[in-house]
């Protein structure tokens, strides 16, 4: 039997050694992320660390219990007497229902915040936030928006993706944008529902027909990432994906230039759909036939 | 001599017909409730080989074993069977067999009614995997059967695996709103004397509380379901964008009743561990009142979280906060209950028999799938990881590693009462840690591919996450594998076990004051209740009768 000095000592040195744990594994958790291309994934990576770190510290407290009793509690076989006369505690049922609710406001704050710092933009809203601080609104929407931030249109259909820049009246089957500069995606879906989703980039927004849906985000980190499509959208789903580049200013302006004789790919879907691959179990369900590509409009 | 072979023939003539009236329109609740545990534990095996398929395809990256559709109808059917067919109605089951012994009850309030639940579970599941055999071949539309996605129909056939896919669901839909009102009326209104709320174990509240929620949110499903039916099969117009329907209202009423039924699926699990915990550590179950409130404390919160499935789905930001915040307080109740099981861990007297292995098995693994479960309410991380793996690593250790895992401990805890025979401990031992081994190989893997930003529902992915995917493809084996020695276990124990005596674990509640196996009626004469639940340490909870051989000879075992 331990004193309850040598016990309070023991159960100092475990706690202090759970918040090193802890604090480790949420520095740690920056790791277990692709790399953060956008000034949005840093948030979005302080999030994940903050919930990391608070989330081993609960599980290591618990886990740490259970198995600390599974050791040391043991009755004999025959033994089926009291485990512990003590019938209910207040003092320990308040602390317990407090800690949880103080857990769950920290963790509430703290992504309240974050979300907030991300500075996606209001869905749905066509309107400039910042535009409308000053006089006129429509006018300085008309005006100033097309010159601030890079608008491009991502159009997506079963299962192919096709970029639109309409400042610069180009049309494409990979997404470039420019690094440091705001840009703004106009998401339309031609059929049924999917999803733009780059890991890099740490966010993702679904694609719903007849909604023109669009968000804004800085890219940062110059590079080749893959977009994704995150919302089930039929058959060959797996396949829709797009080559997205983030381009430094002067690369960006070069492909701009160069992207009017930029030829449309067919995409994955429809090149499988007509050369079907070897499969140990065929099906031979009929599907959707996948799109063709755009004819680039001039 | 030749009287015993004239009773020997009478107990076996007694026997044939004990084993027949399994396939009967029985009304007993207690061979519906085996019914059900059986039936639905064949499901559970049809949708586990469905996913070793799934991980079989997702060993290596390009898409080499199953055609891109079949791979689609395959999780279609094994999320389908595994939610609609296994986990819900098991659950069931065992609170058919259950709710009435515990609450000192002759049987359940509608008997026919309950009966007919239970036979449209294997209608509805016949006929949801006959789809498999249509020309148009099974629904592929994820068993969210989001449109438009589920109403493009390519065949032009005017029945297709999605017109099969939505009629089940009604069918089994309608069998959960019969058992929800059964289970209502039967708690509330035929509890034995004394047996007044604060003294129901909390099994009984967990039931309460999740047919509650099934019986509130469930139309909307249903309707749901009924609705794009018509816009599948009759050209209407609610959810098919084309002619001016709003797919994202379909999302409202499916994740309307979907997400509280999760909480159909998880509360009586909390149930389970809430009556295997404190009998196998000889201690009360440590702030009971707190635990049972919980129970309605989550139930109420549920309800109003939906939306935090949707946050992708053009949800603007204040609905976004609004739903992160209510999602959030869901772990405050759950949070109580975590902490009332560990602390009636804590300094007790445990025996590590299989069903509390399967319990804190499933407490501890439950820890993970609550901690990812905050870390996807927090909108801004879940706008990064929703639809990949790391959702589905989530939710399998709440479906798999808890539900699943709880199911178990049920099975083994309450197997002496419902066949008069006492498992094989080596066995169940050996089911555990496979068990346990295989689903943390399956379903930790996903969370860092998820991370990392694969996404889920695809038939072939990037080599770069081809590493995880092979341990989650072995593990999903050996968990295939797990399974073998479970079966062989009960079938052998239930014709040659030994004899079980009534209360094996010297428990409390009621359920262990009758016979192994009870009687038809359930109780000789309807108990009377004088005790607060789980009142370990009394005497009678406390002594091995060493006259007793049937208990001598189970711990020589
Ligand atoms: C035998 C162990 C299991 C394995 C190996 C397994 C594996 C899988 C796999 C590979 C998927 C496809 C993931 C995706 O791409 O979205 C999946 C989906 C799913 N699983 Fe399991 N699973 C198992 C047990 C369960 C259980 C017990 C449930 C109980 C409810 C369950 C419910 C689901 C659901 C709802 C889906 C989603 C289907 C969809 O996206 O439409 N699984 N599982
Ligand atoms: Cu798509
Ligand atoms: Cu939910």
Redesign the interface.
């Given at each position: 039997m331990m004193t309850p000095i040598l016990e309070k000592i023991a159960l100092f040195i475990s706690v202090a050694l759970m918040i090193v744990i802890s604090y480790w594994l949420g520095q740690q958790s920056y790791n277990?992320?692709?790399v953060a291309a956008t000034a949005e994934a840093k948030?979005?990576d302080d999030?994940?660390s903050f919930?990391v770190a608070l989330?081993s510290f609960?599980?290591l407290g618990?886990?740490g219990?259970?198995v600390f009793?599974?050791i040391t509690?043991?009755?004999d076989?025959?033994?089926?007497?009291?485990?512990?006369?003590s019938?209910?505690?207040n003092k320990?049922?308040f602390f317990?229902?407090a800690?949880?609710?103080i857990?769950?406001l920290w963790?509430?704050w703290?992504?309240?915040n974050?979300?907030q710092q991300?500075d996606i933009e209001?869905?749905?809203k066509i309107i400039d936030l910042k535009a409308s601080e000053s006089g006129n609104k429509s006018m300085l929407i008309a005006q100033k928006i097309p010159n601030q931030i890079e608008e491009i249109e991502v159009i997506a259909k079963q299962w192919d993706w096709t970029f639109r820049y309409p400042q610069s009246n180009i049309t494409t089957s990979e997404l470039h944008l420019p690094q440091n500069k705001r840009v703004r995606l106009i998401l339309e879906s031609e059929?049924?529902?999917h999803?733009f989703?780059v890991?890099?980039f740490?966010?993702?927004?679904?694609m719903?027909?007849?909604?023109r849906?669009n968000f804004t985000f800085t890219p940062l980190k110059e590079g080749k990432y893959?977009l994704?499509?995150?919302?089930?959208?039929?058959?060959?789903?797996?396949?829709m994906e797009a080559d997205v580049y983030i381009d430094s200013p002067e690369a960006y302006g070069q492909w701009l230039q160069s992207a009017h004789n930029n030829i449309l790919k067919p995409s994955l879907a429809a090149t499988?759909h007509a050369h079907?691959?070897?499969?140990?179990?065929?099906?031979?369900?009929?599907?959707?036939e996948p799109a063709t590509p755009f004819v680039a409009q001039q | 001599m030749t009287h015993s072979s004239a009773t020997n023939l009478k107990e076996s003539q007694i026997k044939q017909q004990a084993w027949k009236r399994y396939f009967t329109f029985n009304t007993d609740h207690k061979v519906i409730g085996i019914q059900y545990l059986v039936t639905t534990f064949i499901f559970f095996l049809i949708a586990g080989i469905l996913s070793m398929i799934l991980r079989g395809e997702l060993i290596t990256p390009p898409s080499d074993l199953v055609d891109r559709s079949l791979y689609n109808g395959l999780f279609t059917l094994h999320g389908t069977v595994m939610i609609f067919l296994w986990i819900i109605p098991s659950l069931v089951g065992l609170a058919n067999y259950l709710i009435p012994l515990m609450i000192g009850a002759k049987d359940m309030a509608f008997p026919k009614l309950n009966a007919i639940a239970f036979w449209l579970i294997p209608i509805g599941g016949i006929l949801l995997l006959s789809s498999f055999l249509l020309p148009s071949g099974s629904a592929q539309a994820g068993w969210w059967s989001y449109p438009p996605v589920s109403i493009q129909n390519p065949t032009g056939y005017p029945i297709n695996g999605q017109t099969i896919w939505l009629l089940s669901i009604i069918v089994l839909g309608i069998s959960s709103i019969m058992g929800g009102v059964n289970f209502l009326t039967t708690i509330l209104r035929m509890r034995a004397p004394g047996m007044h709320f604060f003294r129901m174990p909390i099994f009984v509240w967990t039931v309460l509380s999740a047919q509650l929620l099934q019986l509130f949110c469930l139309p909307a499903l249903t309707g749901a379901a009924i609705m794009l039916l018509f816009d599948l099969s009759f050209g209407t117009n609610f959810f098919n964008p084309t002619s001016g329907g709003d797919p994202v209202l379909y999302q409202h009423l499916f994740w309307f009743y979907s997400h509280p039924a999760v909480y159909v699926m998880v509360l009586p699990a909390f149930g389970v561990f809430s009556e295997v915990i404190p009998a196998f550590t000889r201690n009360p179950l440590f702030g009971y009142k707190s635990v049972a409130v919980a129970s309605f404390g989550i139930s109420l919160v549920s309800i109003f979280v939906w939306v935090h499935h949707m946050f992708a789905s053009g949800t603007p930001s204040w609905m976004r906060i609004l739903f992160m915040f209510s999602t959030m307080l869901v772990a405050i109740p759950t949070g109580v209950k975590v902490f009332a099981w560990t602390a009636t861990v804590w300094r007790s007297k445990l025996h590590l028999d299989t069903p509390m292995l399967f319990a804190l098995g499933g407490v501890v693994m439950f820890i993970i799938g609550g901690i990812t479960g905050v870390m996807l309410g927090a909108v801004a991380f879940d706008l990064h990881v929703n639809n990949t793996y790391f959702v589905v690593g989530h939710f399998h250790y709440v479906v798999y590693n808890t539900i699943t895992m709880a199911l178990f401990a049920a099975i083994y805890f309450w197997f002496p009462k419902m066949t008069g025979r006492m498992y094989h401990e080596g066995w169940g031992k050996i089911h555990f840690w496979l068990t346990f081994i295989g689903a943390n190989l399956t379903f930790f893997p996903m969370l860092p591919v998820g991370l990392q930003g694969m996404v889920r529902r695809i038939s072939s992915y990037d080599p770069q996450y081809a590493g995880w995917n092979i341990l989650a493809s072995l593990g999903a084996f050996l968990l295939g594998m797990a399974t073998l020695p479970f079966m062989a276990n009960l079938v052998v124990s239930c014709l040659i076990g030994i004899q079980a005596p009534n209360n094996p674990w010297y428990a409390t509640g009621l359920e262990w004051a009758t016979t192994s196996p009870p009687p038809t009626e359930n109780f000789e004469t309807i108990p009377t209740v004088t005790l607060a639940p789980y009142s370990y340490g009394l005497p009678q909870y406390s002594t091995v009768d060493t006259t007793d051989e049937e208990a001598i000879k189970r711990h020589g075992n």
């Amino acid at each position: 039997m331990m004193t309850p000095i040598l016990e309070k000592i023991a159960l100092f040195i475990s706690v202090a050694l759970m918040i090193v744990i802890s604090y480790w594994l949420g520095q740690q958790s920056y790791n277990w992320m692709p790399v953060a291309a956008t000034a949005e994934a840093k948030h979005v990576d302080d999030l994940f660390s903050f919930l990391v770190a608070l989330g081993s510290f609960i599980f290591l407290g618990v886990v740490g219990m259970i198995v600390f009793s599974i050791i040391t509690c043991r009755a004999d076989e025959n033994d089926y007497t009291e485990g512990h006369p003590s019938r209910g505690n207040n003092k320990l049922e308040f602390f317990w229902t407090a800690t949880p609710t103080i857990l769950v406001l920290w963790i509430g704050w703290q992504s309240f915040n974050i979300y907030q710092q991300l500075d996606i933009e209001g869905l749905n809203k066509i309107i400039d936030l910042k535009a409308s601080e000053s006089g006129n609104k429509s006018m300085l929407i008309a005006q100033k928006i097309p010159n601030q931030i890079e608008e491009i249109e991502v159009i997506a259909k079963q299962w192919d993706w096709t970029f639109r820049y309409p400042q610069s009246n180009i049309t494409t089957s990979e997404l470039h944008l420019p690094q440091n500069k705001r840009v703004r995606l106009i998401l339309e879906s031609e059929d049924v529902i999917h999803g733009f989703y780059v890991p890099e980039f740490r966010f993702k927004q679904d694609m719903i027909p007849n909604h023109r849906l669009n968000f804004t985000f800085t890219p940062l980190k110059e590079g080749k990432y893959k977009l994704h499509d995150s919302q089930f959208s039929g058959t060959y789903f797996a396949l829709m994906e797009a080559d997205v580049y983030i381009d430094s200013p002067e690369a960006y302006g070069q492909w701009l230039q160069s992207a009017h004789n930029n030829i449309l790919k067919p995409s994955l879907a429809a090149t499988e759909h007509a050369h079907q691959p070897r499969q140990l179990i065929r099906s031979d369900w009929p599907t959707i036939e996948p799109a063709t590509p755009f004819v680039a409009q001039q | 001599m030749t009287h015993s072979s004239a009773t020997n023939l009478k107990e076996s003539q007694i026997k044939q017909q004990a084993w027949k009236r399994y396939f009967t329109f029985n009304t007993d609740h207690k061979v519906i409730g085996i019914q059900y545990l059986v039936t639905t534990f064949i499901f559970f095996l049809i949708a586990g080989i469905l996913s070793m398929i799934l991980r079989g395809e997702l060993i290596t990256p390009p898409s080499d074993l199953v055609d891109r559709s079949l791979y689609n109808g395959l999780f279609t059917l094994h999320g389908t069977v595994m939610i609609f067919l296994w986990i819900i109605p098991s659950l069931v089951g065992l609170a058919n067999y259950l709710i009435p012994l515990m609450i000192g009850a002759k049987d359940m309030a509608f008997p026919k009614l309950n009966a007919i639940a239970f036979w449209l579970i294997p209608i509805g599941g016949i006929l949801l995997l006959s789809s498999f055999l249509l020309p148009s071949g099974s629904a592929q539309a994820g068993w969210w059967s989001y449109p438009p996605v589920s109403i493009q129909n390519p065949t032009g056939y005017p029945i297709n695996g999605q017109t099969i896919w939505l009629l089940s669901i009604i069918v089994l839909g309608i069998s959960s709103i019969m058992g929800g009102v059964n289970f209502l009326t039967t708690i509330l209104r035929m509890r034995a004397p004394g047996m007044h709320f604060f003294r129901m174990p909390i099994f009984v509240w967990t039931v309460l509380s999740a047919q509650l929620l099934q019986l509130f949110c469930l139309p909307a499903l249903t309707g749901a379901a009924i609705m794009l039916l018509f816009d599948l099969s009759f050209g209407t117009n609610f959810f098919n964008p084309t002619s001016g329907g709003d797919p994202v209202l379909y999302q409202h009423l499916f994740w309307f009743y979907s997400h509280p039924a999760v909480y159909v699926m998880v509360l009586p699990a909390f149930g389970v561990f809430s009556e295997v915990i404190p009998a196998f550590t000889r201690n009360p179950l440590f702030g009971y009142k707190s635990v049972a409130v919980a129970s309605f404390g989550i139930s109420l919160v549920s309800i109003f979280v939906w939306v935090h499935h949707m946050f992708a789905s053009g949800t603007p930001s204040w609905m976004r906060i609004l739903f992160m915040f209510s999602t959030m307080l869901v772990a405050i109740p759950t949070g109580v209950k975590v902490f009332a099981w560990t602390a009636t861990v804590w300094r007790s007297k445990l025996h590590l028999d299989t069903p509390m292995l399967f319990a804190l098995g499933g407490v501890v693994m439950f820890i993970i799938g609550g901690i990812t479960g905050v870390m996807l309410g927090a909108v801004a991380f879940d706008l990064h990881v929703n639809n990949t793996y790391f959702v589905v690593g989530h939710f399998h250790y709440v479906v798999y590693n808890t539900i699943t895992m709880a199911l178990f401990a049920a099975i083994y805890f309450w197997f002496p009462k419902m066949t008069g025979r006492m498992y094989h401990e080596g066995w169940g031992k050996i089911h555990f840690w496979l068990t346990f081994i295989g689903a943390n190989l399956t379903f930790f893997p996903m969370l860092p591919v998820g991370l990392q930003g694969m996404v889920r529902r695809i038939s072939s992915y990037d080599p770069q996450y081809a590493g995880w995917n092979i341990l989650a493809s072995l593990g999903a084996f050996l968990l295939g594998m797990a399974t073998l020695p479970f079966m062989a276990n009960l079938v052998v124990s239930c014709l040659i076990g030994i004899q079980a005596p009534n209360n094996p674990w010297y428990a409390t509640g009621l359920e262990w004051a009758t016979t192994s196996p009870p009687p038809t009626e359930n109780f000789e004469t309807i108990p009377t209740v004088t005790l607060a639940p789980y009142s370990y340490g009394l005497p009678q909870y406390s002594t091995v009768d060493t006259t007793d051989e049937e208990a001598i000879k189970r711990h020589g075992n």
